[in-house]
């Protein structure tokens, strides 16, 4: 368990009041683990998710994936989170109605947005990491991709050159 707070620990951005905060997780980690069991992810990906969405909630993201520094103080104390169960709060949901999912680049520092068109600076990531990312992407988009070239509508080409700047097939 301590080992899994200290990797939470490392992607949260404020790092105030560790120890009121790990006291915390220990006596709030079975809620947290039977929330990620009833969600089929893990401990992590349960704060992940959820510090990813605040961050984007909140503006508090650059076009790159920073932190704004001056807006540092509008993310929570991971305690505060703890207390308010907050890793129940609703997904990030974008302007269109649909879900938006991240995670943390721990070599890059940044906080990466799984989409369509991510904002992924190749030129900053080598081979290994950009294959990890290629595996990040779901099923459903690659589907979506796949329909859009079989069908050649409007958005066929840019499919295309998607599928094939991840390494998919068709």
Do not use: C
């Amino acid at each position: 368990m301590e080992k899994l707070f200290k990797e939470i620990w490392n992607i949260y951005p404020r790092k105030d009041k560790k120890k009121i905060s790990y006291l915390k997780f220990k006596k709030m980690f079975l809620k947290i683990n039977s929330f990620s069991k009833q969600n089929n992810i893990s401990v992590y990906k349960v704060f992940e998710n959820w510090l990813w969405a605040e961050l984007n909630k909140k503006q508090i993201l650059d076009e790159l994936g920073k932190i704004i520094p001056e807006k540092k103080q509008f993310i929570p104390h991971l305690v505060t989170m703890l207390n308010q169960e907050r890793w129940e709060d609703e997904p990030f949901i974008n302007a269109y109605g649909k879900e938006v999912k991240g995670y943390f680049d721990a070599k890059n520092n940044l906080w990466l947005k799984i989409s369509l068109k991510p904002k992924v600076i190749e030129s900053k990531l080598d081979k290994k990491q950009i294959e990890a990312y290629k595996n990040t992407v779901p099923i459903t988009v690659i589907n979506l991709h796949k329909k859009n070239i079989a069908e050649d509508n409007n958005h066929a080409e840019s499919s295309k050159l998607f599928l094939e700047k991840k390494g998919i097939s068709l």
